[in-house]
C-alpha cells in the first residue's frame, strides 16, 4: 500500500530541526563527545592567541567566534542533523508505504580501522567489526528495499510476515521510482528499526491510525 502525503504533512513528520532523538544520535559515545570538547578547546586557545596578536580592540569582534567554538561540542549535534534532515527533505515528493517483512538476516560488517602496535614494536592494523540487522521489507506491488542498522537486542521480536511501514522519497509526483526511504516502522512489535530517526514517531504513529480508521470506514 502507497498513500502520497502532502508536502505539509511530510515535513510534519518529518521536521528540518533537529528533534530530541536526532540530537541524541549525533551526541554519540564518550569518545565522540571528547573529540568535540577538543576541537572547542583548540578553538578558544586558537582565538585567545589571534587576541594576543592584535590586540584589545577587537574584543567584540572575536566574541562571536569564540563564543561559538566554545559551545562547539554542544550545538554541533543540532548542526549535524539538521544538514541530514535537509538532505532528507531535498526530495519533493513522499508517501506513506505499508508492506510486510520479507526476510530479515545478521552480518558482521566492517566499520573501520585502527593501526597500533604490538608487543614486538610492529605495526598492526585492527579492524572494528560490528554485527548488523538486514530487513528486506516488500509489498504486493513488488517493491522491495532492504535496511541495515546495527543490531539490538529489541530486534529479537522481528519475524517474515510482520507489518512494515515508512515514508518513501521521490522526485516524481506519482512515486514510480522511489529514491529514498525513512526508518521503517513494525506496528505489531511497537518497534523502529532505523540507524537515524528521519522520522518524528508520535506522528508517524497517528498517521498510520489514521489510515487504518479511514480503510475500516470504507469497507463498512
Known sequence: MLIPL???????????????EQYRYYWGK?????RRLLISVTGVVGVAFVRFLIGEGFDIL???????????????????????????RKYRYSGF??????DMFITEDLIGTE???????????????????????????GFYTKLQVPLNRDHRVIRP??????VVLSNRADLSR??????????E?????????????????????????RRRSNDR
Do not use: H
Open 115 to 141: 593501526e597500533t602496535v604490538n608487543k614486538q614494536g610492529e605495526l598492526v592494523i585492527v579492524e572494528n567489526r560490528e554485527r548488523r540487522l538486514n530487513l528486506e521489507v516488500e509489498d504486493e506491488t
Open 161 to 166: 510476515g510482520d507489518i512494515a511501514e515508512m
Open 97 to 102: 508505504w505499508r508492506g510486510k517483512v520479507a
Open 62 to 88: 572575536l566574541f562571536i567566534p569564540g563564543f561559538g567554538v566554545g559551545f562547539y561540542w554542544l550545538w554541533s549535534p543540532v548542526y549535524w542533523a539538521t544538514r541530514r534532515n535537509m538532505a532528507l
Open 30 to 34: 564518550p569518545s565522540d563527545i571528547l
Open 6 to 20: 502532502t508536502r505539509k504533512k511530510f515535513e510534519e513528520l518529518a521536521p528540518l530541526a533537529a528533534t530530541g
Open 189 to 213: 512489535c511497537d518497534l523502529w528499526v532505523s540507524d537515524y530517526p528521519y522520522l518524528r514517531r508520535d506522528a508517524f504513529a497517528e498517521v498510520s491510525r489514521r489510515i487504518d480508521r
Open 178 to 187: 522511489i529514491a529514498k526511504v525513512s526508518d521503517v516502522f513494525l506496528p
